[in-house]
C-alpha cells in the first residue's frame, strides 16, 4: 500500500524522489499557472455582468461549487454591503459613533424571483432617477420606439423574449425605457426567474390614451395579418 508521501523512484535509478502533489483542474476558480480564484469575489463578479436574477443552482454551476458553499457566500457578500461602519465622508450631526465594521455601499443583494441581483438601495432612487432622465434625450430613438412597441402588445415579456422579436441585443433599450418611466418591471418568470416588463401609466399619458385596450390593431399592419402579435392580454 502506498501513500501520498512515499518515495517514487525514478527508472534506471537507486534514488528515491519525493512523489510531488497530483495537478488537476478541481473548479473553475482552480486553473493551474493562475492565481486562486476567491469564491465570495468569484461570485461578485459573476452578479455585476448580470442582467437578470441568478438562482443558487446557476452560481454553483458556474464556480462547481455546493449550493451550500455558494448560499454562504451569498450571505458573506450581503453582509459586506450591508457593513455597519459610517462611509467615508465624515458625519457632525451623529452623536455617538457607529459601530465598527465595513462601510454600508449603496447598493445591496437582493432576492427576486428565486434568484440573487444587484440592486441600489431604495434611498437612491429618486437621485438615480433624475440622473438618469438628466442623461437622456427628449426623443426615443427608432430602436427605442420599436422596443416600446414590443412591450405595449406583448406585455408582461422578458428582454430576451424582446431580443428574439427583434433579432438585436435590447439591454441599453430597456434600460433607456426604464429611466424615462415608460415601462417597468412587473413580474418575474416562474421558470427561468426572467424578469418581465410591462408600460406604465406614463405611457398613456403620452400618448392621450384612457388603457392599452385604445391601441391600434397591428396585426394588419404585419405581413400575412399575423394574429400572434396581438395583446396577450386582449
Request: hydrophobic share 40%.
Amino acid at each position: 500500500m502506498t501513500s501520498e508521501t512515499d518515495a517514487a523512484v525514478e527508472p534506471g535509478s537507486d534514488r528515491a524522489t519525493p512523489a510531488g502533489p497530483e495537478v488537476s483542474v478541481a473548479t473553475p476558480l482552480d486553473v493551474p499557472g493562475q492565481p486562486h480564484l476567491d469564491l465570495d469575489r468569484a461570485l461578485e463578479a459573476l452578479l455585476f455582468i448580470a442582467d437578470e436574477p441568478q438562482s443558487l443552482v446557476h452560481l454553483a454551476a458556474a464556480v462547481a461549487r455546493p449550493i451550500a458553499e455558494v448560499r454562504a457566500a451569498i450571505a458573506r457578500l450581503r453582509a459586506d454591503y450591508d457593513g455597519g461602519a459610517p462611509s467615508g465622508e465624515p458625519r457632525t450631526d451623529a452623536v455617538e459613533q457607529a459601530p465598527a465594521g465595513g462601510i454600508r455601499r449603496a447598493f445591496e443583494l437582493r432576492e427576486v424571483g428565486g434568484g440573487w441581483r444587484f440592486y441600489a438601495r431604495q434611498e437612491y432612487d429618486a437621485l438615480i432617477t433624475s440622473a438618469v432622465l438628466a442623461q437622456t434625450s427628449t426623443r426615443l430613438s427608432q430602436a427605442a420606439l420599436e422596443t416600446l412597441a414590443v412591450i405595449a402588445y406583448k406585455q408582461p415579456i422578458s428582454r430576451s423574449s424582446i431580443a428574439s422579436i427583434r433579432a438585436v441585443n435590447v439591454d441599453s433599450v430597456v434600460r433607456t425605457l426604464l429611466g424615462r418611466g415608460l415601462v417597468t418591471e412587473v413580474d418575474t418568470d416562474e421558470e427561468t426567474g426572467a424578469i418581465l416588463y410591462g408600460t406604465t401609466d406614463v405611457l398613456l399619458t403620452n400618448l392621450g390614451i384612457a388603457s392599452l385596450d385604445d391601441l391600434p390593431p397591428i396585426s394588419p399592419l404585419l405581413d400575412g395579418g399575423q394574429e400572434g402579435f396581438e395583446r396577450d392580454h386582449v
